[in-house]
T-cell receptor, first 109, second 116 residues
Framework: DAKTTQPNSMESNEEEPVHLPCNHS???????IHWYRQLPSQGPEYVIH???SNVNNRMASLAIAEDRKSSTLILHRATLRDAAVYYC??????????FGQGTTLQVKP | DAGVIQSPRHEVTEMGQEVTLRCKPI?????LFWYRQTMMRGLELLIY????????DSGMPEDRFSAKMPNASFSTLKIQPSEPRDSAVYFC??????????????FGQGTRLTVV
């Protein structure tokens, strides 16, 4: 099914920007790229999604490569509350969201 | 809206017993998903419904698992008989739209199931 590749873990300092990469080299033209995050002991929560153009919302920005084979989730100023597992998901035309292992983000004060 | 509501939040049961997990999706949402999360396997999609109809149950591990959605505001995931390897956190999620590709899914807080 839909596959993405993310680093297992990343570290960031508080109040610094964080760039979380994701590779989706086999993405098709109609697949959206979704990002979710899961804080400890909570269910996943939506962060952002996009198709081709870069996207911004109050939580983050999503930069999508021109060939769409990779994308980067950007947290502009990391806080301790941003420590979570971040999932990059390539949605397919089946409508399913298939989660991979994600990137565990640690934010240091 | 109160979001996706799951009950119970915690369930401890003995091996062989029947377990029923419940989910109330967000009003107006037409997609409902059941996921299971373990340390070993991460988040796995078990089954999902569209307009109360099961669309894909290929993730259901075996016949001991069954899911129903009798109406737009309620779904159940049943395990009968339960086994220790079923211990996990079970999440329910819902979304709105003709396709989930361009929408966001909302997750409940999960049910932590422990089978002893």
């Amino acid at each position: 099914d839909a596959k993405t590749t993310q680093p297992n873990s990343m570290e960031s300092n508080e109040e610094e920007p964080v760039h979380l990469p994701c590779n989706h080299s086999t993405i098709s033209g109609t697949d959206y790229i979704h990002w979710y995050r899961q804080l400890p002991s909570q269910g996943p929560e939506y962060v952002i999604h996009g198709l081709t153009s870069n996207v911004n919302n109050r939580m983050a920005s999503l930069a999508i490569a021109e060939d769409r084979k990779s994308s980067t989730l950007i947290l502009h100023r990391a806080t301790l509350r941003d420590a979570a597992v971040y999932y990059c998901i390539r949605s397919s035309n089946t409508g399913k969201l298939i989660f991979g292992q994600g990137t565990t983000l640690q934010v240091k004060p | 809206d109160a979001g996706v509501i799951q009950s119970p939040r915690h369930e401890v049961t003995e091996m062989g017993q029947e377990v029923t997990l419940r989910c109330k999706p967000i009003s107006g949402h037409d997609y409902l998903f059941w996921y299971r999360q373990t340390m070993m396997r991460g988040l796995e999609l078990l089954i999902y419904f569209n307009n109360n109809v099961p669309i894909d149950d290929s993730g259901m591990p075996e016949d001991r698992f069954s899911a129903k959605m009798p109406n737009a505001s309620f779904s159940t995931l049943k395990i009968q008989p339960s086994e220790p390897r079923d211990s996990a956190v079970y999440f329910c999620a819902s979304s709105f739209g003709g396709t989930v590709m361009n929408t966001e899914a909302f997750f409940g807080q999960g049910t932590r199931l422990t089978v002893v």
